[in-house]
């Protein structure tokens, strides 16, 4: 038990995992007086945490653990904490934003930040914006905000809009919530799009602050989304609406270069996606559900892709390229290096040649249809037959051998 604390990593960390292996939970009682009254912080950081593994962090122990005097344990014991966010036995001490708002520690303002956004609720993402807001230096407090909240930045969005309080609060209010529109804009929602340029049209004109702040979250991306306009059933009656308030001309026509639709002037016919079929439509539906659950963990669930691990499939040639080539990669699995969208990736992608051709078919109409893409649907019959000329090959594509496909 000593051990914990010991000077050497190695030691402690031995010692913690020894413990949790055993699993004997005799040892709790000691190992709670050595969370809460152990003379090192590096040893009551690891009680803590060993007495996580053992299923025994209570929550007396946690309250008093997250008033400790070390940054580490704060930090430890937020983590931990985090089952106690929500229900009955909730720890009223996560809700105190302004009490972490005003921590000395910008591990544990992070660390905070990070587990408020476990609780998932409309309140709680509001006090994590107004801790962000308070450090706007501190970058990487927005990225564990923008996170955490992954498809709940309209509702957060709006709820700050409505709050009179928030308006005052500059530069900090205005950097999360352009960071909120840089969001929606990302996702290439219709609807998300239209509803924020709503939101920004009614901006009151003496707040220019607050109106460029959202119309420069749209700005951020425009040279990447106007290469793949968004497409709107029609003109977003909040963009028209702006061209009377007292925005930027060119942020307004940056704006209008990333929306498309029906009838605007300039905008050719075959650009526009054409409907699809019944059956079409049943791929793609099908192909949301199965792309969230088997490729969204590497390729991530806005098809940007994981740095180092998986490439982009926004703007993908292999994607929105030949069938051919698209479905054998998916049916037996790609080998590095191979360039998408401008950039190298030297990992290995496996084959998913287990799928059936059906959900094949639905995975890649998806992404072939998602994100602004506007590439035909893949035909069951097309995977089939894909699938019977190259049955005889037992390993993964190079770019190479990809590429004298025809």
Same mark, same amino acid.
């Given at each position: 038990? +000593?051990?914990?604390?010991?000077?050497?990593?190695w030691?402690r960390?031995?010692?913690?995992?020894?413990?949790?292996?055993?699993?004997?939970?005799?040892?709790?009682?000691?190992?709670?007086?050595?969370?809460?009254?152990?003379?090192?912080?590096? !040893?009551?950081?690891?009680?803590?945490?060993?007495?996580?593994?053992?299923?025994?962090?209570?929550?007396?122990?946690?309250e008093?653990?997250?008033?400790?005097?070390?940054?580490?344990v704060?930090?430890?014991?937020?983590?931990?904490?985090?089952?106690?966010?929500?229900?009955?036995?909730?720890?009223?001490?996560?809700?105190?934003?302004?009490?972490?708002?005003?921590?000395?520690? #910008?591990?544990?303002?992070?660390?905070?930040?990070?587990?408020?956004? $476990?609780?998932?609720? =409309?309140?709680?993402? +509001?006090?994590?914006?107004?801790?962000?807001?308070w450090? &706007?230096?501190?970058?990487?407090?927005q990225?564990?905000?923008y996170? @955490?909240?992954?498809?709940?930045?309209?509702?957060?969005l709006?709820?700050?809009?409505?709050?009179?309080?928030?308006?005052?609060?500059?530069?900090?209010?205005?950097?999360?919530?352009?960071g909120?529109? *840089?969001?929606?804009?990302?996702?290439?929602?219709? $609807?998300?799009?239209?509803?924020?340029?709503?939101?920004?049209?009614?901006?009151?004109?003496?707040? +220019?602050?607050?109106?460029?702040?959202l119309?420069?979250?749209?700005?951020?991306?425009?040279?990447?989304?106007?290469?793949?306009?968004?497409?709107?059933?029609?003109? &977003?009656?909040?963009?028209?609406?702006?061209?009377k308030?007292?925005?930027?001309?060119?942020?307004?026509?940056?704006?209008?270069?990333?929306?498309?639709?029906?009838?605007?002037? !300039?905008? *050719?016919?075959?650009?526009?996606?054409?409907?699809?079929t019944p059956? $079409?439509? #049943?791929?793609?539906?099908?192909?949301?559900?199965?792309?969230? @659950?088997?490729?969204?963990?590497?390729?991530?669930a806005?098809?940007?892709?994981?740095?180092?691990?998986?490439?982009?499939?926004?703007d993908?040639?292999?994607?929105? !390229?030949? =069938?051919?080539?698209?479905?054998?990669?998916?049916?037996?699995?790609?080998? @590095?290096?191979?360039?998408?969208? @401008?950039?190298?990736?030297v990992?290995?992608?496996?084959?998913?040649?287990?799928?059936?051709?059906?959900?094949?078919?639905?995975?890649?109409?998806?992404?072939?249809?998602?994100?602004?893409?506007?590439?035909?649907?893949?035909t069951?019959?097309?995977?089939?037959?894909?699938?019977?000329?190259?049955?005889?090959?037992?390993?993964?594509?190079?770019?190479?051998?990809?590429?004298?496909?025809?």
């Amino acid at each position: 038990m +000593k051990h914990l604390s010991h000077p050497n990593s190695w030691w402690r960390e031995t010692a913690q995992q020894l413990l949790v292996e055993k699993g004997d939970k005799t040892v709790v009682p000691a190992l709670r007086e050595i969370a809460l009254k152990g003379k090192v912080a590096t !040893g009551r950081a690891h009680a803590l945490w060993t007495l996580s593994g053992l299923e025994s962090a209570d929550r007396a122990t946690l309250e008093k653990a997250l008033r400790d005097t070390s940054p580490l344990v704060r930090a430890a014991a937020l983590r931990i904490s985090e089952p106690f966010i929500q229900g009955t036995d909730r720890i009223e001490l996560l809700s105190d934003f302004k009490h972490w708002r005003d921590d000395p520690s #910008a591990e544990v303002r992070l660390q905070w930040v990070l587990s408020a956004g $476990e609780a998932k609720t =409309p309140e709680m993402d +509001k006090k994590i914006a107004e801790v962000v807001r308070w450090h &706007p230096q501190q970058n990487l407090l927005q990225d564990a905000l923008y996170s @955490g909240i992954a498809g709940r930045e309209l509702v957060l969005l709006e709820t700050l809009l409505q709050d009179v309080a928030w308006a005052a609060r500059e530069p900090g209010a205005n950097v999360v919530l352009n960071g909120l529109v *840089r969001g929606l804009v990302a996702a290439r929602d219709p $609807e998300q799009i239209n509803r924020v340029l709503d939101l920004a049209a009614r901006v009151a004109f003496f707040e +220019k602050a607050r109106l460029d702040a959202l119309l420069e979250g749209f700005a951020t991306d425009v040279m990447q989304v106007s290469k793949r306009p968004i497409v709107v059933a029609k003109e &977003p009656e909040g963009l028209a609406a702006l061209r009377k308030t007292t925005a930027s001309p060119t942020t307004l026509a940056q704006i209008d270069s990333m929306v498309i639709w029906k009838g605007k002037k !300039g905008v *050719r016919p075959d650009v526009l996606p054409k409907a699809f079929t019944p059956e $079409e439509q #049943a791929l793609f539906d099908n192909g949301k559900t199965l792309y969230t @659950g088997i490729c969204a963990a590497c390729h991530q669930a806005d098809g940007r892709g994981f740095e180092g691990l998986a490439p982009q499939l926004v703007d993908s040639e292999w994607v929105q !390229g030949m =069938p051919e080539r698209l479905v054998r990669i998916v049916l037996h699995g790609a080998r @590095g290096p191979i360039r998408v969208a @401008g950039k190298t990736f030297v990992g290995d992608m496996p084959g998913l040649g287990v799928l059936s051709d059906h959900d094949i078919a639905s995975i890649l109409t998806y992404t072939r249809h998602e994100w602004g893409h506007t590439a035909s649907p893949i035909t069951v019959e097309q995977v089939k037959q894909i699938r019977a000329d190259s049955s005889a090959r037992k390993d993964a594509w190079s770019q190479e051998e990809l590429m004298l496909i025809k």
